[in-house]
């Protein structure tokens, strides 16, 4: 089995880290405000589970889940990421993340700023476009004609095989958007983001079962913000 390391342990940190842990993997969680915040969490997930410090969680996890606010993105420690997989859900909001001009020029996207960061590490943007509870209500197992799909966007083909076993153990089929620049066309407010996974007029809605061909669909109809 495989150690997760995670770097934040928000929703979807902790999200992920059930899903791992229910199929067999250790996790090593972090936090910002220390790993003693995190005691509650560890005590829940049981025996599977650990906190550490950012650096900690690097170094211990096989595959690494970066899930912080896009802000705080220089701070994800590159010694110990270096030939890792890194798996990158961060999203940009400029009311909370403060204007970056390369990213509302648009010449480039999140997580190409994460792998230009982590020159060395294998980064692959998931995660970023569905709603935590959605993530943990959605799972199916291999084969369950109900099972979702989620993107997948990077530049190493060996690191997508990897993050494509891991969704397999947490209950999900992984879509190949290709390259890390193709991971626009489900960023914020595109048609594939978080509502894609509900239905329902009132946020967060209903979960409902995301397919390839709807999926595609939806990557399809994406836009650039400055043609919205």
Not at 188 to 193: G, S, V
Request: charged share 25%; proline share 6%; aromatic share 6%.
């Amino acid at each position: 089995m495989t150690t997760i390391g995670l770097i934040g342990s928000g929703h979807i940190g902790s999200t992920v880290a059930r899903l791992a842990v229910d199929t067999g993997h250790d996790v090593v969680l972090s936090h910002s405000r220390g790993p003693e915040t995190l005691a509650d969490l560890v005590e829940e997930l049981g025996p599977r589970a650990r906190a550490a410090t950012a650096a900690d969680a690097a170094a211990a996890g096989d595959i690494v889940v970066v899930t912080i606010p896009l802000k705080a993105y220089r701070e994800v420690p590159v010694e110990p990421l270096r030939g890792k997989v890194v798996i990158d859900t961060n999203n940009y909001y400029p009311q909370r993340d403060g204007h970056i001009a390369e990213l509302d020029d648009e010449s480039t996207t999140v997580s190409e700023l994460l792998q230009a960061h982590l020159p060395e590490s294998h980064v692959v943007k998931a995660l970023n476009n569905i709603y935590f509870d959605h993530l943990a209500t959605l799972k199916r197992p291999a084969g369950d004609p109900e099972r979702s799909v989620l993107a997948i966007a990077g530049d190493d083909e060996e690191a997508k095989k990897q993050v494509t076993a891991l969704f397999d153990d947490l209950g999900y089929d992984a879509y190949d958007v290709g390259p890390l620049a193709e991971g626009w066309r489900y960023q914020r407010d595109t048609a594939a983001y978080a509502g894609l996974y509900a239905t329902g007029d009132e946020w967060p809605g209903t979960p409902r079962q995301v397919t390839p061909e709807l999926l595609k669909e939806k990557l399809d109809a994406a836009v650039r913000y400055a043609d919205q």
